[in-house]
T-cell receptor, first 112, second 113 residues
């Protein structure tokens, strides 16, 4: 089955700097890669996603890149702000079995 | 999102007792999922369902039972609760195979003493 690895587990960046979180997946049939943000005590919420027919997608300060050959995808947050502090999860899914498998999460701290 | 609810939100039980966590959605989405969230493990899939009367195992199904007699409900039962099942449980839905975005419920915090 699919296995998703996520790094780093914890990341601290200065406010205004960029943050990058990386994930790898194992199943070459995976074709959908969402990223979720979870604030303390809240439910995970989708912030951006990318499908396998696209190499990069951007939404304001957030961008995701996908390298299908290497089976890895990354989340980029630019001009970080205090409200970006949260746990971020990557995930992978394929139409073969419709399961969505998550990475273990990255706790992002934005330092003042 | 208001369209998916979980009950109870908090539950304390004892080892060996049966516990059922409820999940209800108002959208009539095809797919429903149960995850558990533990520190250091992220979100792990327990069971999922593609439609009423269709369920499949996820990554960590042992000790859990699910059913889906109606599209809008997806209860998760711990038949004999163990301390290792202390966790936060999230239910989620997806509209269908072409609609991948998952919407999560508010979660249930379960403590097994």
């Amino acid at each position: 089955g699919e296995n998703v690895e996520q790094h780093p587990s914890t990341l601290s960046v200065q406010e205004g700097d960029s943050a990058v979180i990386k994930c790898t997946y194992s199943d070459s049939a995976s074709n959908y890669f969402p990223w979720y943000k979870q604030e303390l005590g809240k439910r995970p919420q989708l912030i951006i996603d990318i499908r396998s027919n696209v190499g990069e997608k951007k939404d304001q300060r957030i961008a995701v890149t996908l390298n299908k050959t290497a089976k890895h995808f990354s989340l980029h947050i630019t001009e970080t702000q205090p409200e970006d502090s949260a746990v971020y999860f990557c995930a992978a899914s394929s139409h073969r079995d419709d399961k969505i498998i998550f990475g273990k999460g990255t706790r992002l701290h934005i330092l003042p | 999102d208001a369209g998916i609810t979980q009950s109870p939100r908090y539950k304390i039980t004892e080892t060996g007792r049966q516990v059922t966590l409820m999940c209800h959605q108002t959208w009539s989405h095809s797919y429903m999922f149960w995850y558990r969230q533990d520190l250091g493990h992220g979100l792990r899939l327990i069971y999922y369902s593609a439609a009423a009367d269709i369920t499949d195992k996820g990554e960590v199904p042992d000790g859990y039972v699910v059913s889906r007699s109606k599209t809008e409900n997806f209860p998760l039962t711990l038949e004999s609760a163990t301390r290792s099942q202390t966790s936060v449980y999230f239910c989620a839905t997806v509209a269908g195979p072409s609609y991948n975005e998952q919407f999560f419920g508010p979660g249930t915090r379960l403590t097994v003493l």
